[in-house]
């Protein structure tokens, strides 16, 4: 997978996917709270793999497709995290 400067939240494509349907509108048909579909649909929570499951049966989507983009945001946002340096394991222990 080719790494995208700063990715937008998985979040933002789904709002385009979404079009007109309303939030509470499309939170009863994906069995979910309000709540946690304004989350995703605002970049406070993540596409986890069931929801990737509920949006590629409400949308006719592939599931991998929402998986991989929520995969590319979040490797792109920890790789500008700063970490502690890790050296490599020791080939023999």
Same mark, same amino acid.
Request: hydrophobic letters at 40%.
């Given at each position: 997978?080719?790494?995208?400067?700063?990715?937008?939240?998985?979040?933002?494509a789904l709002r385009e996917y979404l079009g007109?349907?309303?939030?509470?509108t499309a939170a009863k048909c994906l069995h979910?709270?309000?709540?946690? #579909? /304004?989350?995703? !649909?605002?970049?406070? &929570? =993540?596409?986890?793999? $069931?929801?990737?499951?509920? #949006? /590629?049966?409400? !949308?006719?989507?592939? &599931? =991998?497709?929402?998986? $991989?983009?929520?995969?590319?945001?979040?490797?792109?946002?920890a790789s500008h995290k700063k970490r502690p340096?890790?050296?490599?394991?020791?080939?023999?222990?």
């Amino acid at each position: 997978m080719t790494q995208m400067f700063n990715p937008p939240h998985p979040g933002k494509a789904l709002r385009e996917y979404l079009g007109d349907i309303d939030v509470t509108t499309a939170a009863k048909c994906l069995h979910v709270s309000r709540t946690t #579909l /304004s989350r995703i !649909l605002n970049g406070a &929570a =993540g596409i986890s793999a $069931d929801m990737s499951l509920r #949006l /590629s049966d409400a !949308l006719g989507t592939h &599931a =991998g497709f929402w998986y $991989d983009l929520q995969a590319g945001y979040d490797m792109w946002q920890a790789s500008h995290k700063k970490r502690p340096k890790i050296e490599r394991f020791d080939a023999a222990a």
